[in-house]
């Protein structure tokens, strides 16, 4: 997942660079030190999603959740392997099957199902050897990846008003889409600064940005999935070619003069794509992200002006590299002032990008002690914050922010 951020069908859980975050536990872990019964949960929870979303056929979610209990039965510690088969099948056997037509009845006796299971693990325990323990946790975490999706394919295969309201109403909090492809942006530069070069992605993270273009630029995405372009002249060259990507292009060379808006949104963004991904080392670099993406941003304007017109359009230049590190940090210390309460990135970046205007103080109104979760299954790492990121990389932003000041 290095090279892509993903979110879970349910969109309560991010993945990115090794990390999970779980919005719902406020926790952030390692992908690799998630043991069994985190995996069985996010399982339950994003089976019983799919069931009332249509995500996942019925018969295949109930094929997933009996290729656990069998494989699960073979490992039970105490409990004979018999013995559980028996009382599932008892219990919901037949009843999965009846209620497949019902999408309501089918999640929740699903969800009851996958109680069963979890709880019967967690009172006998499973028999764990080495060599076995390691596979059978890959094992679970490949059915879970089952029920991961892009969170770029996410956000422009809906578009508009759906996007916001994904962004809105989930674990990514009440944010504005301006965020997310700002985020999305500031990633992709990074991955092409280390040689994974997709100028496709930027060019639509640019054009998801620039006002009434995004729900045209989200129908012209989905017909270039899984295509790559090693330059901004390939780039722009076969989004050119496809239908509507003239007008696509055209407003890409007109963009001059909001470059120096959107380098300031990194800075939000790059606070958000922190916390919600779990992404701390950015803030390391985060000098060298906005400066490339200053360059990166005059040269596709260049070479979309050269594209739509024939000749070399320049793009606005927003400054030394210097000053535009220097811009984009202020801003990032501004929404991500005391760092580390949700409230306020939540509440404060959309009124930051959208009014521009400085926040430290309204987004001080935000910062009130937040109660954990309730009845929430023990996470790996206990040493959390009220952010979700483990304490090492809360003092990592904090010392950030205040190197900013």
């Known amino acids: 997942m290095m090279n892509e951020l993903m979110i879970s069908f349910d969109e309560n859980y991010a993945f990115a660079d090794g990390n999970v975050i779980d919005f719902n536990r406020k926790i952030s872990l390692k992908e690799n030190e998630c043991d069994a019964i985190f995996w069985l949960n996010f399982i339950k929870e994003n089976s019983v999603f799919s069931a009332l979303n249509n995500r996942i056929d019925s018969l295949e979610l109930n094929k997933t959740l009996r290729n656990v209990v069998y494989e699960v039965s073979d490992r039970m510690n105490t409990f004979k392997h018999h013995d559980f088969i028996y009382e599932f099948e008892k219990k919901f056997g037949t009843n999965l099957i009846v209620e497949m037509q019902n999408p309501e009845s089918f999640a929740d006796r699903l969800s009851n199902a996958w109680d069963f299971v979890i709880s019967k693990i967690e009172k006998h325990g499973l028999i764990y050897e080495a060599e076995t323990a390691s596979g059978f946790e890959a094992w679970l975490k490949g059915k879970g990846g089952q029920m991961i999706e892009s969170f770029r394919d996410k956000l ?34 990074y991955l092409n600064m280390n040689g994974h070069n997709n100028w496709l992605h930027i060019v639509f993270d640019v054009l998801g940005l620039l006002p009434g273009i995004s729900a045209m630029a989200s129908r012209v995405f989905r017909s270039f999935k899984g295509v790559s372009a090693a330059s901004s002249e390939v780039a722009v060259q076969t989004i050119a070619k496809a239908k509507g ?33 779990g992404l701390t080392w950015i803030f390391n670099i985060s000098k060298n992200v906005v400066s490339a993406a200053n360059n990166f941003l005059n040269k596709l304007v260049e070479v979309a002006g050269k594209a739509s017109t024939g000749k070399a359009v320049a793009g606005a230049k927003w400054g030394t590299a210097q000053n535009v590190g220097q811009a984009a940090a202020q801003a990032g210390k501004e929404a991500g002032v005391a760092y580390g309460v949700t409230k306020g990135i939540e509440y404060g970046l959309p009124k930051a990008i959208e009014y521009g205007a400085p926040i430290v103080s309204r ?41 900013l000041g």
Do not use: C, R
């Open 363 to 403: 987004v001080k109104n935000f910062f009130s002690g937040q109660k954990p979760a309730t009845q929430a299954p023990k996470p790996t790492n206990q040493n959390v914050t009220p952010s979700g990121l483990n304490p090492s990389d809360e003092a990592k932003l904090m010392k950030f922010l205040d190197d």
């Open 156 to 189: 422009f295969s809906i578009g508009g008003i759906a996007a916001q309201a994904f962004l809105s109403f989930t674990g990514f909090g009440q944010v504005a889409t301006s965020t997310a492809f700002s985020a999305l942006l500031a990633y992709d530069v």
């Open 245 to 277: 990507g003239n007008v696509l292009i055209k407003a890409l060379a007109g963009a001059g003069n909001l470059i120096g808006g959107l380098i300031k949104g990194l800075g939000y963004a790059i606070a958000w794509l922190a916390q919600k991904f």
